[in-house]
Nanobody
Framework: QVQLVESGGGLAQAGGSLRLSCAAS????????MGWFRQAPGKEREFVGY????????HYTDSVKGRFTISRDNAKNTVYLQMNSLKPEDTAVYYC????????????????WGQGTQVTVSS
């Protein structure tokens, strides 16, 4: 049974930081590229960024470039999303997702999803 469990969400002020974690179990973690997505109220889910299987490649959507950083620790089966300089428009439920072998930006390409963690940024 594959499980992805996000944690670290909460309330932050604009300009502040949060670090999300996503702990994976039930799969060979290093076989999976990992992505982060978010969904704000009334909006469609959007791609935030991804990291390749061994962390040598990352990619971010333009709105978070220079502010968000994805990293992973394959020994701990965990991927992280460091969010700095937060803005109110970053408010959303954040999801991690796993895709077998290959990186990608489309949610439909991912095999497994976490339950999400709420991030709220106040102005």
């Amino acid at each position: 049974q594959v499980q992805l469990v996000e944690s670290g969400g909460g309330l932050a002020q604009a300009g502040g930081s949060l670090r999300l974690s996503c702990a994976a179990s039930g799969l060979t973690f290093s076989n999976y590229a990992m992505g982060w997505f978010r969904q704000a109220p009334g909006k469609e889910r959007e791609f935030v960024g991804y990291i390749s299987r061994y962390g040598d490649s990352t990619h971010y959507t333009d709105s978070v470039k220079g502010r968000f950083t994805i990293s992973r620790d394959n020994a701990k089966n965990t991927v992280y999303l460091q969010m700095n300089s937060l803005k109110p428009e970053d408010t959303a439920v954040y999801y991690c997702a796993a895709r077998f072998l290959i990186i990608g930006t489309m949610g439909a390409q991912y095999n497994y999803w976490g339950q999400g963690t709420q991030v709220t940024v106040s102005s």
